[in-house]
């Protein structure tokens, strides 16, 4: 098993930041990727940024440019930079890891709320 504490999530006006971690648990497992998803007011999970162990990062087109993702592999812990935030940016954001040995598994975390007022 894996746990992920989450922190960041808040209440802002439009153009203004926000900074989510996510740090998974010590365990057995090693971390094969890191990432932040979001869900809005009746909407789907969806991914915003995902980094992986070699380094390769993933954005939605929704978040280029103003969202940045990093991780910190000694830490075991994702952070999601998020800069000039808009109203649609509203939504649980959940991180998930995907970790393996021998078998692939993922774990998601609670979820933080972001709430970005117009």
């Known amino acids: 098993q894996v746990q992920l504490v989450e922190s960041g999530g808040g209440l802002v006006q439009a153009g203004e930041s926000l900074r989510l971690s996510c740090t998974a648990s010590e365990s057995i497992f090693r971390i094969d990727a890191m990432g932040w998803y979001r869900q809005g007011p009746g909407t789907q999970r969806e991914l915003v940024a995902r980094?992986?162990?070699?380094?390769?990062?993933d954005y939605a087109d929704a978040v280029k440019g103003r969202f940045t993702i990093s991780a910190d592999n000694i830490k075991r812990t994702a952070y999601l930079q998020m800069n000039s935030l808009k109203p649609e940016d509203t939504g649980v954001y959940y991180c998930k890891v995907v970790v393996s040995r021998k078998v692939s598994l993922q774990f998601w975390g609670q979820g933080t709320q972001v709430t970005v007022s117009s």
């Open positions: 980094v992986t162990r070699d380094g390769t990062i």
